[in-house]
């Protein structure tokens, strides 16, 4: 039903069959994204739940791209070390498709998904039903990381590569370390533009990597020991290979909000740091050009890093295999963040079990 009642997805369907979409997602997709949606169209194809339509949202990111369709107003940061409480290094995110008529299909089904594949890490991810490929994810060995998404220039992306939102999935079950993390990354064949995130718990190291089908850069914490990311790109290299982004767009707006509040001015919150500051920072509605406060229910109307529209806000602390998450109706960060412990969700004892059930 969500197919042919969401005006993006029911257009996606066929222009992806037709652009040949589908057969790439097929050829060039993981063989977990392959076998999963295989055996599920097994189970559910006579309700409408089909292989090409499961492959074909496992391979959204590079048909939106190609397609020009904008989604962007995702929100990331990472602090670790002397920018928290205690060092534990704490990871937010905010997923914000605030743009797509399929958001209500997303609010009303929000899903925690538990994988453990054998022979791989178990994982973690919060996104909806029938979806393979994570946006925003966790492993049993520490990481946590999620996907923002950039735009690039045409010149800039191609159709041959892998997917970046399956690449979340496939480093979150393979690696161990950020090492593992960024030397898989730059190894790969890079289509389309995007943003992704990676915080190392264990280590307390992180990383925003920049990528486009022509250049890739990698931005670490910085001297404060925090990183951020919005929508576009920052560095040098992927910067070239982007569309301009002026003063006034969220994604501008937001990341100058971010460099206030993680930054080492009066309003900054270095040295405070802990999940129920990083819930706070996900919640911020000041607008940075105006100065003024958005209404708590000036969902979609008011440019912040707390209103766009977000689908879910999360705080990750993989150190410990904790995250807190806000999900449910809307304005989605008015919920509060329940706590979950990877441990548990996998029937295992945590070695230092959640303290807070939820952040208010």
């Not at 996606?12 to 977990?32: H, K, V």
């Not at 169209?41 to 496992?58: F, P």
């Not at 790969?188 to 190291?205: C, F, P, W, Y």
């Amino acid at each position: 039903e969500i197919m042919e009642n969401t005006q993006e997805l029911s257009l996606m369907e066929p222009i992806a069959q037709a652009m040949g979409f589908l057969d790439e997602a097929s050829a060039m997709s993981y063989p977990w994204a392959v076998e999963e949606c295989q055996g599920m169209a097994d189970v559910l194809g006579d309700e409408g739940w089909t292989y090409e339509r499961c492959i074909m949202l496992a391979w959204g990111d590079v048909i939106i791209e190609h397609l020009q369709w904008e989604l962007n107003f995702c929100t990331q940061f990472i602090a670790a070390g002397d920018a928290t409480v205690d060092g534990e290094l704490v990871h937010g995110r905010n997923l914000d498709w605030s743009d797509w008529d399929a958001i209500d299909f997303l609010l009303g089904n929000p899903t925690i998904i538990v994988r453990h594949p054998e022979g791989r890490i178990p994982t973690v991810s919060i996104g909806f039903p029938g979806n393979v490929t994570p946006y925003t994810a966790m492993s049993a060995a520490g990481l946590s990381m999620a996907s923002n998404d950039a735009d690039a220039l045409q010149g800039s992306i191609d159709r041959v590569g892998r997917s970046h939102v399956q690449m979340v999935r496939e480093v979150l079950e393979t690696a161990t370390s950020l090492e593992d993390a960024e030397a898989f990354l730059l190894s790969q064949d890079h289509m389309v533009s995007e943003i992704l995130t990676v915080a190392d718990g264990n280590r307390r190291k992180g990383a925003v990597f920049e990528l486009t089908g022509a250049a890739q850069a990698v931005r670490p914490l910085n001297g404060d020991g925090v990183a951020w990311a919005t929508n576009h790109f920052l560095e040098e290299a992927t910067a070239a290979h982007s569309l301009l982004v002026n003063e006034s767009e969220s994604t501008q707006q937001r990341h100058d909000r971010l460099s206030v509040l993680l930054g080492p001015g009066e309003d900054g919150l270095i040295g405070q740091l802990d999940p129920e500051t990083a819930v706070a920072v996900l919640r911020d509605r000041i607008n940075p050009i105006t100065g003024t406060e958005c209404p708590a229910d000036a969902w979609k109307t008011c440019i912040s890093i707390g209103t766009n529209g977000t689908v879910h806000g999360i705080v990750f602390i993989p150190g410990r295999r904790h995250f807190f998450v806000a999900l449910g109706p809307t304005p989605v960060l008015s919920n509060p963040f329940q706590g979950y412990s990877l441990y548990a969700l996998l029937g295992l004892e945590d070695p230092s079990p959640l303290e807070n059930p939820a952040i208010p």
